[in-house]
Every structure is written in C-alpha cells, then in structure tokens.
C-alpha cells in the first residue's frame, strides 16, 4: 500500500535536493534522518554527511527518488531536476549519471559543507544548489559574501543533520537568517562562472545542439576546438589530448575540461552553447586529421585564419 506524507511542499526553482527534504520533515514534524533512513538505497549505520552530499550531486546512485515522488505525489522526474549531475546532462549530454565518479566531481566543483546567503534564509526557508558551487563566493541578489558557519557556534553547517532544518543550525539552535552590511565587489572570473553555473541550472535555456551531419560527441569536439583557438600552445595541446581520447566512442568528453576552457577563455557556458560554428571551420576541422600533435602550432594558426 503506497504511503503519503500529509503536509507535500513544493520544490523552489534553484533548491537542492537535501534542503527540499529538510523542508518535508519539519512540515511533517518529522526528522530529515527519518526521510534518508526511509528512501535511501542501502542501509547505513549513521547519516554519514559524507554520503548525503550525493543527494544535490548524483541523487539516484544513493536515494530512492521515484518513491519519494510518490509519495510526495509529485511529477516524476521532478526532484531529479535539483541535483547536478541532472542539470548539466540536461544542456550537455555528458552522461555523468552513469559514466562520472562522484567523488572527483564533487572534488573538483562542489564545497561538502552548507554555504547560504543569510538575507535570501530571511526571505524564503531554502537553500540554493548554487550556494555549493567551488568559486561562486557570493549571492548575486544581495551582492553579500556566502556564510559557511553559525555565527554564534562557529561550526560548519551540515548539508543534511540528521535534526537539520533550514535557516536553523543544528548544533546550537541559532537562525542563520542575520548578516552585517557587505557590498561584495563581484570580479568578470567571478561573473563568468556565475553566469555559466546559472543557465546550466535554469530549466528552460536553451541546450547544446548537434550540428547537422555530425554526432553530439562530434559536435562538443568542433566546439572545444573553436573556443581554444584563443589558448596558449601548452594549453591547446593539453586540450587536444582530450580531444583524441574523444575520438574512442568508450571515452566520455570530461565536464571539467568545458569549464576550464571557458574559464580561460573568458566566455559563459551560454556562448558556448549558443554559438554558431562558421560552416568553413567545420568543414576545415572535418577534413583534418587534429590527432597528429607534430603540426600543432600550424594547426593552431591555421585556425586563427578560418
């Protein structure tokens, strides 16, 4: 016999999946331990913080999401659609769901302890997934520095406590929700990775498109190899050798190596996307063999030319 909760939220537009669970106990009165201990996969002896960081990264490798929709009585697919992994495949079918070791993603992209804008907890009860992102340091609304820790206890809040609840710390009761007067001074690196890390996880903007004729694994190649032309040689033949492993269809294009490259090339992720590749070029780019590295500098302003 299915079950219900008798109190169902809905998700906000940005939320993380382990904020969204902290917001169905407390309307359930109700712990987020009994939720995780209820849905999830295997059986742990402890709500490991270490564990529940997959929830907002890779959900479906450790949580029951079908079966929390259910009886949440919500869309399925719906909670999937507030992790990571989801939302980049979304715009950019890298596969992380399947072919991407968590751990190495959440290294390289994701801080392991709650980070929230004090002024947006006074305002609506939810965390944000784009608090968690590695060099996004500050909200974008109120233009004040991501908090980390309670100010009254100093401790790192937890991405889900097994008492958790949003805007409350859960090792001494105090409300997130104060913060002194701060005009953050946001830097174009900064901008960048914001804007990049913002349409990824807005739903509706456009996603990247095969271009006609070619494979997508094709398509994000001749992308890659646009967007380098600006790069330093030591920088173009690092990209290039992942530009020949995505030659083997067994070799998935890392996402890593997209942000870096929009990093130094100082352009979002809707750019990229977005941008219409010369037809010249790719054709140019078709009828070379790009794997020989013994021509690459005149590769590389052969590309300037096009």
Wanted: charged share 25%; with cysteine.
């Amino acid at each position: 016999m299915d079950r219900y909760f008798l109190f169902r939220p809905k998700p906000f537009d940005c939320e993380t999946l382990s904020s969204y669970i902290q917001r169905v106990s407390i309307r359930n009165l109700i712990s987020p331990d009994d939720i995780w201990r209820t849905f999830t996969k295997k059986k742990y002896t402890n709500n490991q913080n270490c564990i529940s960081i997959k929830l907002d990264v890779n959900p479906n490798s450790v949580f029951d999401l079908s079966s929390f929709e259910n009886s949440l009585m919500l869309e399925n697919g719906t909670l999937k659609k507030m992790s990571l992994f989801s939302l980049i495949d979304a715009k950019i079918n890298f596969n992380l769901e399947s072919t991407s070791n968590t751990y190495s993603f959440v290294r390289n992209f994701f801080v392991t302890h709650r980070r929230y804008c004090p002024m947006c907890l006074n305002e609506r009860q939810a965390y944000k997934l784009i608090w968690q992102i590695k060099g996004i340091d500050f909200c974008m609304i109120h233009k004040v520095p991501l908090v980390s820790s309670c100010p009254k206890c100093n401790k790192k809040i937890l991405l889900l406590a097994k008492n958790g609840q949003v805007g409350v710390c859960s090792f001494c009761d105090h409300k997130l929700q104060t913060i002194e007067d701060y005009n953050y001074v946001i830097n174009k690196q900064e901008n960048i990775l914001y804007e990049t890390w913002d349409y990824l996880m807005t739903e509706n903007t456009p996603k990247l498109k095969k271009i006609s004729g070619l494979s997508y694994k094709e398509t994000l190649c001749i992308k890659i190899i646009y967007f380098m032309r600006k790069l330093s040689y030591n920088s173009i033949e690092n990209h290039f050798g992942y530009i020949i492993e995505g030659n083997d269809n067994e070799y998935i294009i890392p996402f890593e190596l997209v942000i870096d490259l929009l990093m130094k090339t100082q352009h979002t992720i809707s750019e990229f996307i977005n941008e219409d590749i010369p037809i010249k070029f790719i054709k140019y780019i078709s009828s070379k063999d790009i794997t020989k590295y013994n021509n690459l500098v005149k590769l590389k302003n052969s590309l300037l030319l096009i």
